[in-house]
């Protein structure tokens, strides 16, 4: 059974979506199952994406001087 999306880490949901990639690269998977991989891969790939904008809206917070420009680094932009 798989754990729901919101109960794990960014490195958990990584890693369970690296095993439904190799899972779909083998191509030993019957259609229908591919079907449900490929739906929680999404899914995952979103919860991944989410979690690495929440983190860099803290190291934003983070390196913000008191007059609100950064301080040493500059904002990243993940596509």
């Known amino acids: 059974m798989t754990a729901p999306l919101s109960d794990l880490s960014f490195e958990q949901a990584l890693a369970e979506l690296e095993t439904l990639v190799e899972k ?9 199952e591919s079907i ?3 739906e929680r891969g999404a899914a995952l790939k ?3 994406e989410q979690k690495l904008k929440a983190a860099e809206e803290k190291v934003a917070q983070i390196t913000q ?8 680094a500059a904002p990243v932009e993940i596509n």
């Open 65 to 72: 001087g008191p007059d609100g420009q950064a301080t040493g």
């Open 24 to 32: 779909l690269e083998s191509g030993n998977v019957p259609l229908e």
């Open 36 to 38: 449900a991989l490929y």
């Open 46 to 48: 979103a919860h991944c």
